[in-house]
């Protein structure tokens, strides 16, 4: 079969890589079983020296007892001399008389001159009579039988003392006590014990060597072997590189580094898969609502985005169009405050099912928020009006009721729509004009639909009155702040406090005046900037009252504030916030600022140096709405923050709501395994604590403990407060 020159060059690659992979993995094996890297192991010195120190103690101990034994036969060497001399001395002829010494001072000269012997007594055996002394006179003395078998070595070894019985003479009838000089005993000992040491440290130095050999090559080596494949897990446990054992026997220690193998890949394997379904989790969690699984407005803007960049590449005579439709369920509202949310979701979950059934593939189908809902619908030569695809929606919400839990809701709805490339050619700016539709719509009575017009602009126009309002209201000091309690689930105590604005807008009504929703301002504050300068008043109004309240309540409890994405990308947020600590000397550790995920996403090299800068202040950080947004796990390692603050949506639902549960289950694990608190907000009953409780959430706040409070309530409150959840009924 013929290879073409591509797969030849491939194959060749795939041999030359083969090649260099093995020749390193036995360069790597040569490294670690190498001669010289056993003997640098600490293990491998501290071995020897147990073997050798064990050895050469068991050598002086034998050493110990031998020694005595050789030193007695010296001392009978020496008496086998002189018993020789004395022999040699007493004349070969018998004598009968007995009564006389068989040695006569003629003799004894010559013996004191040829022999060691210093001293020499001798005695009748019959009647153990002295029949002469000669020399030094001896210490042992015979007096009776028993005294034959006396023998004396001086305290200093200057000299020895034996009998020599008649048995020891050839049967001559005398015993003698001989005294010889034994002052080279002590040198023959030092002599011995030297030679013997000089044997004992070789015998230990090869026995060690042998023993070594074979340990390095059964023990050591293999253990070698298995630290290092434990530190390459160790130092990268997802993808450890391991070398294949060089080890042939089979025996505990290499059974022992098979096993460690096999844990190591199959930890390897389960961090993958670990890593892996997080990955994907957070991805739904970022694009695709959880209750319904259609794209959220994340991916709605994304595809918007693809098409839209697709169409400024495609030719100018065949322009492509798309229909984008915002639809918001009427009074929605009322049917989850009279039915439950239970009821309310399995009617959101059909209405996004049956929209998505009744438009074709290429059509984009998602939910922005909680009943509302986005299409984006490439235009064709059948369906060529915008207005076309709203009337069909609209037909297919009003077509038939919804059968939810054995009840029909006859759901009515009103739609925005506007036209890509229309109505605008930036995505944000088309879907933005459907809203505003959508708005009219909603204005003019609801259950109808509204295309976009420039005619729109008054609510344009509306807006700009609303940010005129909020400039005037910050420059009159209108603008306040309330405090809703934290608490930590483990003790009850009270660790902090979020701070919320709040805004009275003062009018010339009975009442002075009514509160502005956050909710309305804080968007139009956002888009026109205004948000920075309210953002760095509430973080110095916020950090003011913290340390007035850690004075009035005598308790040091944390103020989180939350800051804005315009606040976090336009201002010098870490300046700012040094500069209010210095001036307001609240303790660092009691300011936490919660940023939103989407608030940093845009720029991750600039979210991580701030927020790493702030963090070096000494403040706490918090992901705030976490679940809502997106955040990849490699960029969330990277983030120094403290605290993950679950949505309030998912706290809610997660009682009746499985994919819910499992969404707050899954942050705090996430937040667990990151070394992180987790702070679940919108927790409105005891079986929402009992929940979290359960699920090892470290911390709560929401309306089951206190609605949002102004200062001196907050302050009272803190004061009165037992310390105990359990008596919030």
């Not at 098409?307 to 929605?332: K, M, N, P, W, Y």
């Not at 989850?336 to 059909?350: E, R």
């Not at 229309?422 to 004009?433: A, C, E, F, I, R």
């Not at 005891?686 to 409780?693: Q, R, S, T, Y």
Request: glycine share 4%; hydrophobic share 40%; aromatic share 8%.
């Amino acid at each position: 079969m013929a290879v073409s020159i591509t797969e030849k060059n491939l194959l060749g690659t795939n041999t030359v890589g083969l090649s260099k992979e093995k020749s390193a993995q036995k360069r790597a094996k040569t490294s670690i079983l190498s001669t010289g890297k056993i003997w640098r192991s600490p293990i491998s010195w501290k071995i020897t020296l147990a073997v050798f120190a064990t050895i050469l103690t068991v050598q002086v101990g034998i050493f110990g007892f031998t020694i005595q034994g050789h030193e007695q036969g010296i001392l009978d060497r020496m008496k086998q001399e002189a018993r020789i001399g004395i022999m040699q001395a007493i004349p070969a002829e018998e004598n009968t008389a007995f009564m006389q010494s068989p040695i006569d001072k003629t003799e004894w000269s010559q013996l004191s001159n040829s022999t060691k012997i210093v001293g020499l007594t001798v005695y009748n055996s019959h009647d153990l009579l002295m029949l002469e002394n000669y020399g030094d006179s001896p210490i042992v003395q015979i007096h009776q039988a028993q005294d034959i078998t006396k023998t004396y070595w001086s305290a200093d070894g200057s000299f020895y003392e034996f009998t020599l019985r008649p048995f020891e003479l050839n049967a001559r009838p005398y015993i003698i006590v001989a005294r010889v000089a034994s002052t080279n005993v002590l040198d023959e000992k030092i002599e011995y014990a030297k030679q013997r040491m000089i044997i004992f440290f070789l015998m230990a130095s090869f026995v060690t060597s042998v023993l070594m050999l074979a340990l390095s090559r059964w023990l050591l080596e293999p253990i070698l072997f298995l630290r290092q494949s434990l530190l390459s897990a160790a130092n990268d446990a997802e993808n450890p590189h391991l070398i294949e054992p060089p080890f042939k026997t089979k025996d505990e220690i290499t059974q022992s580094i098979n096993i460690a193998h096999s844990l190591i890949l199959e930890n390897a394997k389960n961090i993958k898969k670990i890593k892996s379904a997080a990955q994907d989790q957070i991805y739904n969690l970022a694009y695709f609502d959880q209750l319904t699984f259609l794209p959220n407005r994340t991916l709605f803007l994304q595809k918007l985005t693809e098409f839209t960049a697709g169409e400024a590449q495609s030719d100018e005579d065949h322009v492509r169009r798309a229909a984008i439709i915002i639809l918001d369920l009427d009074h929605f509202k009322d049917i989850n405050d009279s039915m439950g949310h239970n009821v309310g979701d399995a009617l959101l979950k059909a209405v996004g099912k049956r929209l998505r059934a009744a438009l074709p593939e290429t059509a984009v189908v998602a939910r922005l928020s909680e009943d509302e809902y986005a299409v984006m619908m490439p235009l064709s030569s059948s369906i060529n009006n915008s207005v076309d695809v709203a009337e069909r929606i609209l037909r297919v919400i009003r077509m038939e009721p919804f059968k939810v839990f054995n009840e029909n809701f006859q759901i009515r709805a009103s739609i925005g729509v506007s036209t890509y490339p229309d109505h605008g050619h930036d995505p944000n700016q088309v879907l933005k004009n459907a809203d505003i539709a959508l708005n009219r719509a909603k204005e003019e009575g609801r259950d109808t639909l509204k295309e976009y017009t420039a005619d729109f602009d008054r609510a344009v126009q509306q807006r700009f009155q609303m940010l005129r309002d909020l400039r005037d209201a910050m420059e009159q000091d209108q603008l306040e702040l309330y405090f809703q309690p934290q608490f930590d689930l483990t003790n009850g105590e009270i660790i902090g406090a979020e701070a919320l604005l709040r805004w009275f807008k003062q009018d010339n009504s009975k009442e002075g005046g009514s509160f502005i929703s956050p909710a309305v301002f804080i968007p139009i504050a956002e888009q026109s900037g205004l948000i920075v300068p309210i953002g760095e008043w509430v973080m110095r109004k916020a950090c003011e009252q913290a340390m007035k309240w850690k004075t009035e309540t005598g308790r040091d409890i944390r103020v989180a504030i939350n800051v804005s994405g315009a606040q976090f990308q336009q201002s010098d947020l870490v300046a700012f916030t040094k500069q209010v600590l210095e001036e307001t000397s609240v303790p660092p550790h009691l300011v936490e600022l919660e940023v939103t995920e989407s608030a940093f996403m845009d720029d991750i090299d600039h979210t991580v140096l701030t927020l790493k800068a702030l963090h070096a202040l000494g403040v706490e950080l918090a992901i705030d709405d976490f679940g809502t947004g997106y955040s990849s796990l490699s960029y969330l390692r990277q983030f120094p923050i403290d605290r993950l603050k679950i949505d309030q949506s998912f706290i809610r639902n997660a009682l009746n709501d499985v994919n819910d549960a499992s969404i707050t289950r899954t942050i705090i694990t996430l937040g667990r395994s990151l070394g992180l608190k987790v702070i679940a907000e919108g927790v409105e009953t005891k079986e929402h604590e009992a929940f979290l409780v359960d699920e090892g959430c470290d911390e709560v706040q929401g309306f089951r403990y206190s609605k949002p409070i102004p200062y001196d309530d907050f302050v009272a409150y803190v004061n009165k407060y037992s310390g105990k959840l359990a008596d919030f009924s």
